[in-house]
């Protein structure tokens, strides 16, 4: 479920931010999100991306930690 959210998070930003630099540049949808993922030397882009990956990264692991937590409470529990 974090996984979701994390995805669904990322989704939303890009759609927002990609109607804005429509809006604000006058440009087509395709062509302002193309833009968004294009890897300029120099932009540090790679930070972002970094991030992105780290927090999917992290998003799985509690999942994988949360499931395994809710086998261990119905093992517990004697049920």
Request: with cysteine.
């Amino acid at each position: 479920m974090v996984t979701f959210f994390t995805i669904l998070l990322f989704i939303s930003m890009v759609l927002f931010t990609t109607i804005l630099d429509c809006y604000y540049y006058d440009s087509n949808i395709l062509d302002c999100f193309t833009r968004l993922f294009i890897f300029d030397p120099g932009l540090r882009e790679w930070m972002v991306y970094l991030t992105f990956i780290f927090g999917i990264l992290v998003a799985v692991i509690q999942d994988v930690r949360f499931k395994n937590n809710k086998g261990r409470g119905k093992g517990a529990n004697g049920k």
